[in-house]
């Protein structure tokens, strides 16, 4: 069995993902134990990563998606992998999901994508741990190349680098095109759709993602369309907050995040910003400790002196409100530090207000 696995490997160095071409070689993987067989797919995965090509047609991807099953999905006879040689194999997998592109067709790039998702959903929560974040970022550079190409018409190759013709891979075949056109709404339906997936067993991730997701669509051109779909990201990464983590210090960093990511939206209108100020500050003061408490509203305080919005009075009442519940702190020393952070915050919003 080893001669064998030496055997499909001889062609990996030289043809490269031209090997996809040799349609028997699947059926031959099939005779194999599943540890041979996931140690050849993984051997493809990583011949294709090191040619380095862009994978631009429906043939070559569902080819690949054929030789590399063994990683994608669980063996029907019980085949196990190492927690090691897992992880090298779903993040193999992602690296791959990353070479997808088309230079001219924004339907047949969300086509490729999608044929990803369609194996990446019969793989379970553990491979959907490495494989859903990996397709959410690839969703998410779709809608800026959609993007540009609206600002940019004239611009089709937006986002594949200048490339000489021998580094251009795969040669771009004549793809039927897809029954269905993409939208940025439609984009972001199916990210939602993939970040709620994961939200059970892995909030900490899902949050993150949602707030990946809103600051990908403050980047859109036609964001006034979008708002709705970014708050309900947004709120998606209360919620989590709220009932899903309750480890103190991931509640300090994952709200560090919202309140940051908060800072920098401009997609929202006043009444939907205000609100979700609202909710930062209200979580900053429902820390268990105090000290994380007085951090939180000193952080939460740059909600009120951002992009979209200027309010000197309201920085300062949130000031003189982390001073006040940092004095309760004050009899240990250790606790000195919040003195500082605040009196570093005052310099800094004096700083902003003489510019």
Known sequence: MKLLVKLLSIPLDTLSIAVLRMHHYPTLMDYMKFQNKRTVALRICKAVIKDNKHLTSSRT?????????????????????????????????????????????????????????????????????????????????????????????????YALQEESKDDQGEEEEEEPVPSVK???????????????????????????????????????????????????????????????????????????????????????????????????IGYSGKLLKKNLQAEAITISSHLFFCPAKKQGNKVMDQLKKALKTSEVCMTKPENLYLLVKILNTYLHFYQCAEV
């Open 182 to 280: 993409v939208t940025q709404k439609k984009i972001f339906m199916i990210i939602t759709e993939l970040i709620s997936a994961l939200q059970s067993d892995y909030p900490e991730l899902a949050l993150r993602l949602n707030l990946q997701a809103v600051q990908a669509v403050n980047n859109i051109r036609s964001v006034s369309e979008l708002e709705d779909l970014a708050y309900e990201f947004m709120s998606q990464a209360f919620i989590i907050f709220e009932e899903e983590i309750t480890e103190t210090e991931v509640k300090v960093a994952s709200l560090n995040l919202i309140v940051c990511t908060l800072h920098n939206l401009t997609c929202f209108g006043a009444e939907n910003f205000d609100t979700l100020i609202a909710n930062a």
């Open 61 to 157: 991807v569902e080819q690949l998606l054929d030789f590399i099953r063994p990683l994608l999905v669980d063996d029907e006879q019980g085949g196990k992998e190492e927690p090691y040689e897992f992880e090298e194999g779903q993040e193999s997998v992602a690296r791959i999901l990353h070479m997808v592109s088309h230079r001219t067709s924004n339907d047949v790039y969300f086509d490729l994508l999608m044929k990803f998702k369609k194996i990446f959903v019969k793989g379970g929560i553990k491979r959907q741990k490495h494989t859903y974040p990996a397709l959410v970022f690839a969703l998410i550079r779709l809608t800026w190349i959609i993007n540009d190409r609206e600002v940019n018409p004239d611009q089709p190759q």
